[in-house]
């Protein structure tokens, strides 16, 4: 590989991000795609965050993403007279619709949803999986559960419910608002909360339409089992590990990992693996072994991107745990070890041109010393498809479209250069030769193979491969 890692970093912002310089800092020690989680923070706190990225972008002269996170449906008990209650194992707890404070007997359960999902045997988890309930009985009025663990209980703790299919949109009101002023201010991606179903990818699309691009947050058992039918539907996936692993058994999360990662590479789809990867760098400016090995893990599997959260939103070294995911990332993609594994995952093509120029495109790096593929790209489709692969070399893909350059930033081993001037180009070798000296990526001698569509300019037309060598430059 190149100077330039493959697998990108996507970086929460938040309160320990202060103004501009803050984030071209984070931008420089490898950060690709910024994330706003729009669970926390104002409307104006996200806008002034975007318009540090736009500035970082300028003056690093990469395209960076901004990715919105939607808090989706979150599902809470009420309140209890006392703010909190101590429950043992074996007791009793009735779930109903009784807004009033609870009590070591009743809580309310403001989510008619849930209570008409419910049936005897289930269970249901509290305070991130802390408390499990087994219902007994249940109404669309009321459920009495039996309480599995002791445990302290206060206002307001999330509920999970993981052996139900709930009939409630992941888009909620809160949602919905803000949506649209992302979509105003002109997010890149938006990432959608507790994907349960296709049905919700088809609904966040019809309201997003072409403004942004669609990430879908797997974090339900039942987006397990339609997994792929939701991959289809997305343009990226994150592995929410947060969430899903309260629902799903600890143990069940590296397998389900690999096969999401697995199943997104399949379909061409970029995938992020996220939640507690240097958690401990949120106090410490050093991690845990156990962190260094979980992000490295994710890296050898192929992962096109890893995150950070509170580690960059809250924590006290931000740019520490950015600085220690890049060193992580490029350690792992300098091992051998991790171009076999690669390699050994490698998926088939699928019957199209473009899938046999990038087949072609990884044979001829195993065979030329090349240093960089470059892709003349509109809507960056091929530029995806070429990720698919995970050629030898750098995917440098050059587009007139700034959308689609930052679009790409959470893509696997492709780099951007946006021109607007790349939608008409008389002499595709020379402006290629151009681009792959102006980032570094080769010298006097090396090869390059580029890639574009004839006619130019068209959006899948992709047909044309051509090798070219660098001449030494004249003084």
């Given at each position: ?51 540090w990225i736009r500035q970082a972008e300028v003056e690093l002269g990469q395209p960076l993403a901004a990715l919105m996170d939607l808090q989706g449906p979150k599902l809470r008990i009420g309140t209890f007279k006392d703010g909190k209650v101590d429950l043992e194992k074996g007791q009793l707890l009735r779930l109903d619709l009784d807004p009033s404070p609870g009590d070591q007997q009743r809580v309310c359960l403001p989510h008619p949803e849930i209570l008409a999902a419910l049936r005897p045997g289930m269970q249901l988890l509290l305070d991130d999986g802390k408390i499990r309930l087994q219902v007994i009985d249940a109404n669309p009025e009321s459920a009495i559960t039996e309480v599995q663990n002791p445990a302290e209980l206060s206002d307001r703790k999330g509920v999970n419910v993981p052996e139900a299919l709930l009939e409630l949109s992941p888009l909620t ?303």
């Amino acid at each position: 590989m190149s100077k330039l890692k493959a697998t990108k970093i996507v970086a929460t912002l938040g309160p320990s991000t202060r103004n501009a310089a803050d984030v071209l800092a984070l931008a420089q020690a490898g950060v690709n795609v910024f994330r706003l989680n729009f669970s926390h923070g104002s409307h104006q706190d996200h806008a002034t965050r975007l318009q540090w990225i736009r500035q970082a972008e300028v003056e690093l002269g990469q395209p960076l993403a901004a990715l919105m996170d939607l808090q989706g449906p979150k599902l809470r008990i009420g309140t209890f007279k006392d703010g909190k209650v101590d429950l043992e194992k074996g007791q009793l707890l009735r779930l109903d619709l009784d807004p009033s404070p609870g009590d070591q007997q009743r809580v309310c359960l403001p989510h008619p949803e849930i209570l008409a999902a419910l049936r005897p045997g289930m269970q249901l988890l509290l305070d991130d999986g802390k408390i499990r309930l087994q219902v007994i009985d249940a109404n669309p009025e009321s459920a009495i559960t039996e309480v599995q663990n002791p445990a302290e209980l206060s206002d307001r703790k999330g509920v999970n419910v993981p052996e139900a299919l709930l009939e409630l949109s992941p888009l909620t009101s809160k949602d919905r608002a803000d949506l649209d002023f992302g979509l105003q201010i002109g997010v890149d991606w938006v990432a959608l909360s507790f994907v349960q179903r296709p049905e919700d990818m088809r609904e966040a699309r019809n309201i997003i339409g072409e403004r942004a691009f669609l990430l879908a947050k797997i974090e339900k058992p039942s987006a397990i089992t339609e997994l792929d039918a939701i991959i289809e539907l997305s343009d990226a996936v994150m592995v929410a590990r947060g969430d899903l692993g309260v629902e799903l058994p600890a143990e069940t999360l590296p397998r389900l990992q690999k096969r999401i990662i697995q199943r997104c590479r399949l379909q061409g789809k970029p995938v992020v693996v996220a939640t507690q990867m240097l958690e401990s760098m949120r106090f410490s400016p050093a991690p845990t072994r156990a962190e260094v090995t979980d992000v490295a893990n994710a890296v050898f599997e192929g992962a096109d991107a890893v995150m950070l959260s509170a580690e960059t939103a809250s924590g006290h070294y931000p740019l520490e745990a950015v600085q220690m995911m890049s060193k992580v990332i490029r350690q792992v993609e300098s091992d051998p070890a991790y171009r076999t594994q690669l390699d050994a995952q490698h998926p088939g093509a699928e019957p199209t041109s473009a899938d046999a120029i990038s087949c072609a495109i990884r044979r001829i790096a195993r065979i030329l010393p090349l240093s960089a593929l470059v892709n003349f790209s509109s809507s960056g489709s091929t530029s995806l498809r070429a990720a698919r692969e995970r050629p030898q070399v750098p995917i440098l893909s050059l587009t007139p479209n700034l959308r689609t350059a930052r679009r790409l930033a959470l893509a696997w081993g492709v780099y951007s250069l946006h021109q607007p001037s790349y939608a008409e180009v008389s002499n595709l070798a020379d402006t290629a030769k151009q681009a792959v000296r102006q980032l570094g990526l080769g010298q006097a001698g090396d090869s390059i193979v580029i890639t574009a569509g004839i006619p130019f300019g068209q959006p899948g037309t992709t047909n044309m491969l051509q090798i070219e060598q660098l001449e030494p430059t004249t003084p």
